[in-house]
């Protein structure tokens, strides 16, 4: 039994939660509530976590034995105890701090013994020999996307996909010694695929002296997340990849626009996919005061902490929606800004579809603090930025279509460091076949590059003809519409009051048809 297949045995018991009354958006929260008993009894027992163990009387051998009513009523107790740090009689225990932040506020919305015994016993089922050999990280991890996949709110709305993760940190090259950082870390997809990147660099961690294992461990990576239930995923996500952050564990309770964030150190890298959307009553989650352009967009604001947060030299990958690439106002003078500190090598132009929340369209920012000359330098840092499109005529991912590595493979081949040695052009994905637009970014162009997925426009092109607009296009959708063609405002009126009036006429017929029938 691979891991996958555990994965899908695994979702299979939310069938279990669902008949005692637990929705889609709380299956993998209870579900993992007793996963992680059951995973800490598993490593304990292969001799993998000495050090984070949890406390007496709330182990898996205290729930495996038992049913009935004194199995629910025993299960109640555990999460009281690990959310509480007291026993029953209210007496302080012993617990690792990380634990009890783990099971902060824990509490099971299961009703039926049964049901509880079910799982129990599911559970204890598993080839845990075959989970160990593939990792319980990755075992778990698999459960999050599963989750994200199948469920059309919470996590699954913009959850990253892991091909493109795993690309932003291959390309990011993330190295041992480097302080890491997602100030939205979520369930810490981008800050576990780094640390596993550079366990496959360092022979996990074996060509590494034991103050260097220490650090990998405990100071290298560090994320921040606004919501509880979230962070409490990461957490236990973390752990079982052998990653143990600070006395806070490696993800942060708090909001990073606000004194959480302004708090943290400087990074070596930043990785992050900023949540959507404008803050809620304004600019109220937005309290920081040391950001230099107020706004009440999110990304905006996690912009500006991301680029202010990097260390001299320091690189960053962040994923952002097209309204920043080309939002006015503040967000030129946000972009203005960074381009000025920080050298904006490269943009990646994602496809729709690959994120959960329809009709989003969003890029990958990639920068590094001062200029690829001078990491100190603080002005007219960005001389050229390269931009690769890889959403014009692209499949709508989904599903039926899935996002996946092979898509990404070109633009990592372009992608290279020093900038000296790219060259525009590729050609992948028919890019020859797709028309171009009568765009000022193919004025005086060779027509063949016109055509090119891979392109490098100037700081004084960007500045000069986009008014510092960064939503660079150069290829024709065929699934574009031009505005040329949509006909007059007065046709396009007439037209949609001719829909409406046919709608209405409809409605009226079925209103008729009822009350007829109510009057037979």
């Known amino acids: 039994m691979n891991n996958n297949d555990i994965v899908q045995k695994l979702w299979n018991l939310c069938d279990v939660l669902r008949d005692d009354g637990i929705n889609y958006s709380d299956y993998v929260t209870e579900l993992v509530l007793l996963l992680f008993i059951k995973m800490v009894h598993e490593n304990s027992e292969a001799g993998l976590l000495n050090k984070h163990t949890l406390p007496e009387g709330c182990r898996w051998t205290d729930l495996s034995n038992k049913d009935g009513l004194n199995l629910l009523d025993d299960y109640k107790r555990m999460l009281l105890t690990l959310s509480t740090g007291k026993d029953s009689e209210g007496n302080t225990l012993h617990a690792d701090p990380l634990i009890l932040a783990i099971y902060a506020d824990a509490q099971t919305r ?17 080839d845990w020999f075959s989970a160990q050999k593939d990792g319980l990280g990755d075992l ?3 459960l999050l996307e599963k989750n994200a996949n199948e469920t059309k709110s919470g ?6 996909p892991r091909a493109l993760i795993d690309s932003m940190v291959r390309v990011i090259n993330p190295q041992a010694g480097e302080v890491i950082q997602d100030p939205a870390a979520g369930t810490a997809g981008f800050l576990i695929a780094a640390d596993t990147y550079i366990k496959s660099q360092t022979d996990d961690h074996f060509d590494l002296d034991a103050k260097q294992v220490e650090f990998q461990k405990n ?7 606004l919501v509880p239930s979230t962070r409490r995923l990461a957490l236990m996500n973390c752990l079982l990849h052998g990653m143990e952050g600070d006395e806070e564990g490696v993800v942060h309770l708090g909001n990073s626009l606000g004194q959480v964030g302004a708090a943290l150190p400087k990074a070596d890298i930043i990785l992050a996919n900023p949540p959507f959307g404008t803050s809620k009553g304004g600019d109220a989650s937005i309290t920081r005061d040391d950001l230099t352009y107020p706004t009440s967009n999110k990304q905006l604001a996690f912009l500006q902490h991301i680029y202010r947060n990097l260390k001299a030299g320091g690189r960053a990958a962040v994923v952002l929606p097209d309204n920043v690439l080309f939002e006015a106002g503040v967000g030129t ?12 090598h490269t943009i990646l132009r994602l496809p729709t579809g690959i994120f959960y929340a329809a009709g989003v369209k969003t890029n990958v920012l ?20 390269w931009v690769y499109d890889l959403r014009t005529n692209m499949p709508s991912f989904g599903k039926r279509t899935p996002f996946g590595e092979q ?19 590729e050609w992948s994905f028919n890019a020859e076949e797709v028309e171009v637009e009568s765009t000022d970014a193919n004025k005086g162009v060779d027509p ?22 960064l939503d660079i296009s150069w290829l024709k959708d065929a699934n574009s519409v031009d505005a040329a063609d949509l006909g007059t405002p007065e046709e396009l009126a007439n037209e949609a009051m001719i829909e409406l009036k046919g709608a209405l006429a409809d409605l009226e017929a079925l209103v008729k048809s009822l009350a007829g029938g109510v009057k037979g």
């Open 110 to 126: 299961l009703r039926e013994p049964r049901h509880l015994s079910q799982l129990i016993k599911s559970l204890d089922s598993i």
């Open 448 to 469: 063949r590059l016109a055509h090119s997925r891979w392109r490098v426009f100037s700081r004084e092109f960007i500045r000069d003809t986009k008014g510092d607009s």
């Open 366 to 385: 990639f920068f590094t603090k001062g200029s690829e000359v001078d990491k100190h330098q603080e002005e007219n840092c960005t001389t050229n930025t």
């Open 333 to 344: 003078d946000i972009r203005r800004d960074l381009m000025h500190k920080c050298n904006l």
């Open 407 to 425: 898509h990404l493979k070109p633009f990592e081949a372009v992608y290279k460091i020093p900038l000296a040695e790219r060259k525009e052009g």
């Open 155 to 160: 996590a699954g709305q913009y959850f990253t």
């Open 140 to 142: 778990y991890e698999g």
């Open 219 to 225: 100071n290298a990576f560090v994320g921040v997340e």
